[in-house]
């Protein structure tokens, strides 16, 4: 059965981006219907009802769901918290919070996985080391990388920019991977944050923060996926297997999804690569008797994330004696035992921009890389600073 719009408001046409939606539209006004609108101009009913939705969608999006907010849920959109004031007389006024559809938002990540695919050339396999030792495994955390951040020396104390941010995230792999062993397996987990902005309105998605941001939104992700090939490309040479992670951070929860997507065409021929595309925000992986879990850190609170864990994955959190999480965000480093789990959170080697150096963080800059026995936990781990890189030029 054709749907009715009797009420669709005719207001609504200056959402249609063609004329031919403007005419679709105002037929669907007039008769009431798709079917009707679609017989009219010869076209299929879906042709015409997906018209209808996608203008429905636009204009939800920018703040226009007659009806829809008052009763119903807007196109594109979920149900949220809804808030009911009531009085002597009963139900006075109601608030309701509606959200982009998650299911779709994951639909669209999908079709962008396949526009990738079509237009990424994948690189070759590399022969793998002659020897890996299956015991252990190697997890590179990479503390929030903020590729794009701009810091100016006179009024920060530092400098950063996209060459300072690739020379020393490339130093940094250069010197980590070199100092440890040859792991059958690596994790290289990027923190969040992989990028400073998530888009070229150089500004914090949720708070609106304005950034300071160098170069355009498609440049610094060009810089960025340079970077993180040549790492992998370092720990290739080095390890059996390399795991890549990209959790999404605050300033670049989209940015973050579509690197994923991005580094999975691009390794797809790859079988020692292995990149996890899935959008939740906290993973978990297990080896051996060590749990890890990762995450960007602005969800949770570390005091909540040993139970959140064992919720979330209670058949490994069974199967594992070593429990570990690493988390970003906050730049400093931070190491707390709680019983049953480990909640490390790692420095960055970005410098700080102007908002973090006038509100006087002075954290130390450096990545790590912790290797973990299959069945003791961590036996080793090596430290990059940014005094070495400094100091080694």
């Not at 960007?296 to 040993?306: F, S, V, Y």
């Given at each position: 059965m054709a749907r009715k719009y009797d009420d669709l408001d005719p207001t609504l046409v200056e959402f249609c981006t063609t004329d031919h939606q403007r005419e679709i539209f105002n037929l669907v006004?007039?008769?009431?219907?798709?079917?009707?609108?679609?017989?009219?101009?010869?076209?299929?009913?879906?042709?015409?009802?997906?018209?209808?939705?996608?203008?429905?969608?636009r204009a939800a999006r920018k703040g226009r769901a007659p009806g829809h907010f008052n009763g119903g849920v807007a196109e594109g959109f979920s149900m949220g918290k809804v808030t009911v004031q009531r009085g002597p007389s009963g139900v006075e006024r109601t608030w309701e919070r509606q959200h982009p559809d998650d299911h779709?938002?994951?639909?669209?990540?999908?079709?962008?996985?396949?526009?990738?695919?079509?237009?990424?050339?994948?690189?070759?396999?590399?022969?793998?080391?002659?020897?890996?030792?299956?015991?252990?495994?190697?997890?590179?955390?990479?503390?929030?990388?903020?590729?794009?951040?701009?810091?100016?020396?006179?009024?920060?104390?530092?400098?950063?920019?996209?060459?300072?941010y690739e020379r020393t995230a490339c130093a940094a792999i250069d010197r980590l991977v070199a100092a440890s062993p040859p792991s059958a397996v690596a994790l290289f987990?990027?923190?969040?944050?992989?990028?400073?902005?998530?888009?070229?309105?150089?500004?914090?998605?949720?708070?609106?923060?304005?950034?300071?941001?160098?170069?355009?939104?498609?440049?610094?992700i060009r810089v960025n996926m340079k970077v993180k090939r040549y790492q992998i490309a370092r720990m290739l040479e080095r390890h059996g297997k390399v795991i890549v992670r990209i959790d999404p951070g605050n300033h670049d929860p989209e940015t973050a999804l579509h690197l994923a997507l991005m580094m999975d065409a691009l390794y797809e021929n790859e079988p020692r690569v292995e990149v996890i595309t899935s959008p939740n925000p906290y993973w978990f992986y297990e080896f051996g008797k060590n749990l890890i879990g990762t995450c960007?850190?602005?969800?949770?609170?570390?005091?909540?994330?040993?139970l959140l864990m064992a919720h979330d994955a209670p058949e490994m959190w069974g199967r594992t004696e070593f429990r570990v999480w690493f988390v970003g965000h906050v730049h400093h480093k931070d190491i707390k035992e709680y019983t049953g789990c480990t909640v490390e959170y790692m420095r960055t080697l970005a410098a700080k921009d102007a908002w973090h150096h006038g509100k006087g963080y002075r954290a130390q800059r450096d990545m790590q890389a912790i290797t973990l026995h299959r069945d003791t936990g961590e036996s080793e781990r090596h430290t990059c600073n940014i005094a070495v890189i400094a100091r080694d030029g």
């Open positions: 006004v007039e008769h009431g219907t798709c079917g009707a609108a679609a017989k009219i101009k010869g076209i299929g009913l879906s042709r015409a009802a997906k018209i209808i939705t996608q203008v429905l969608r779709r938002r994951r639909g669209v990540w999908e079709a962008i996985s396949l526009g990738f695919r079509e237009s990424v050339e994948p690189v070759e396999p590399v022969e793998a080391p002659a020897y890996c030792n299956s015991d252990l495994l190697t997890v590179y955390p990479q503390g929030d990388p903020h590729a794009g951040l701009r810091a100016w020396f006179e009024e920060t104390g530092n400098h950063f920019d996209l060459n300072e987990n990027d923190k969040g944050d992989s990028t400073h902005a998530d888009n070229n309105s150089n500004r914090t998605p949720r708070s609106g923060h304005s950034l300071d941001v160098e170069g355009r939104h498609s440049e610094v960007h850190g602005d969800g949770a609170k570390g005091c909540d994330l040993p």
